[in-house]
């Protein structure tokens, strides 16, 4: 399992190489025309029988390696989210440049005839797949994926965090303000993953915590975890005056004391402030808990047109590492969260780091667990890092299975193994439900267990 993990790593360290040399090699050009294979256009036809434009012939057959699907073992394709323009600047440029990609997608299959599908995520939008394969819209013409939006490029763009979300529920907040509000908040759990702790705070004069029976506490943000807190999402209802100065110092209090315990993630923390205005900046709550190192990020979320309190909103971002963002409708809500996650990403982009992140277990058309490595470049003109994507490949879950030495066992034995999060990666029992990354848990009795951490150490 080891060399299998290895050679897996190499591939995907091959392309974080050739992608931060083609970056730096790329001039950025806002007028650049560019003609490339879109994944959902290619093979398309106009009335009259041409090409569509960003299609073209896009030569497909049948492969058994990948579960019998037609594609393309020479090319890649490019996929762009509904609500993003084909052929905006940033998109073409930074299609142009990741070419180089194809004959390292190339090289790597023919140096490993085990890896299945090979992609570089872009912090741009655009998402790169090989082999090139065509995609379906769903009945209403959209197809939703967003790479940015799926947890392993989060989870690799990032690094395992402790979160406290404070929601302003005072009276100002009634109506679609609200509305607003609760999705953000559920958009931002769905940004944090297995390594992630967090808990939510709603405040007006007073603190109330939407799980009662987890004051003062964070918990793990597993899908149950995040399902049941969305679920209380609901009972939020505005009255009464918000008093953020209460609900920061809550919240520094849990983060602080989380962090000297070890109880949470002992790296990243950050809080995530959710009103329609402050009218202070609450330097002096701060100064007191946060100040000098700032080691909380502030991210203030505010809702609504009006901007008349936008001005402290932006200092306590500043002043604390974050990012400020205004939400004024529903449809401004995704876009916005997920812009947290570029600030959360610098110190590993400043700091060079190319950590290869595993996985867990998610149920595609075979059960597989996926290799990321992050990709950085950092301009030598500059001291801000610039997250240029995530890089990955996939292992299905059978590949580690033949290495079992099942002969070695016995009759009567068999071998399991159990991720460090506590999931089943592979069980005599096992039986796969139909969601993307949670396996059925079953109760097992350990005669012999392998452990695999989240680096993929054995």
């Known amino acids: 399992m080891e060399e299998i993990f290895r050679k897996k790593a190499e591939a995907t360290r091959r392309l974080v190489e050739a992608a931060e040399e083609a970056h730096l090699q790329h001039e950025e050009n806002p007028d650049l025309q560019y003609e490339y294979f879109n994944a959902v256009l290619i093979n398309e036809v106009d009335e009259d029988g041409n090409s569509v434009e960003l299609g073209g012939e896009f030569l497909l057959e049948p492969n058994d390696h990948f579960n019998n699907l037609s594609v393309n073992l020479s090319l890649s394709v490019v996929q762009v989210p509904t609500n993003m323009y084909n052929k905006d600047p940033d998109i073409v440029n930074g299609v142009y440049w990741s070419e180089a990609l194809n004959k390292v997608f190339v090289d790597n299959f023919k140096r490993d005839p085990t890896l299945i599908w090979q992609y570089f995520g872009s912090a741009k939008g655009f998402f790169r797949q090989y082999p090139g394969v065509k995609w379906h819209p769903d009945d209403h013409g959209v197809i939703a994926f967003d790479c940015r939006n799926r947890k392993w490029y989060i989870q690799a763009a990032t690094s395992p965090k402790d979160v406290v979300i404070l929601v302003d529920v005072s009276g100002s907040m009634k109506g679609l303000r609200l509305t607003i509000a609760r999705q953000t908040v559920a958009s931002i759990l769905d940004t944090l993953g297995d390594d992630d702790f967090f808990n939510i705070i709603a405040y007006n004069q007073e603190i109330h915590y939407v799980e009662p029976c987890l004051n003062g506490t964070l ?236 680096r993929a150490e054995i």
């Open 219 to 454: 918990v793990q943000a597993d899908s149950t975890n995040k399902d049941h807190f969305k679920e209380h999402l609901d009972k939020l209802f505005a009255k009464g005056i918000g008093l953020l100065g209460n609900a920061l110092t809550e919240a520094f209090t849990i983060l602080n004391e989380i962090n000297q315990t070890g109880r949470g993630s002992s790296c990243s923390q950050a809080i995530m402030l959710i009103t329609d205005g402050a009218t202070e900046m609450y330097d002096d709550v701060f100064a007191k808990y946060n100040w000098p190192e700032r080691k909380v990020r502030i991210f203030p979320y505010l809702i609504g047109r009006e901007s008349a309190f936008a001005d402290n909103l932006k200092w306590m971002a500043c002043a604390n590492k974050g990012y400020f963002s205004q939400i004024s409708t529903l449809a401004d809500v995704q876009e916005n969260v997920m812009r947290y996650l570029h600030v959360m990403s610098r110190p590993k982009v400043i700091d060079h780091e190319h950590d290869t992140v595993w996985t867990e277990a998610y149920v595609d058309s075979a059960v597989s667990i996926n290799n990321h490595d992050m990709l950085l470049c950092v301009p030598p003109q500059k001291n801000q890092g610039i997250l240029l994507g995530v890089v990955g490949t996939d292992i299905p879950i059978q590949e580690l299975m033949k290495t079992i030495p099942k002969h070695k066992l016995g009759i009567h034995g068999y071998a399991f193994a159990i991720t460090n999060n506590g999931y089943i990666l592979t069980h005599p029992d096992l039986r796969p439900m139909g969601r993307t990354d949670i396996l059925l848990w079953v109760q097992i009795q350990p005669d012999i267990g392998i452990m695999i951490s989240n």
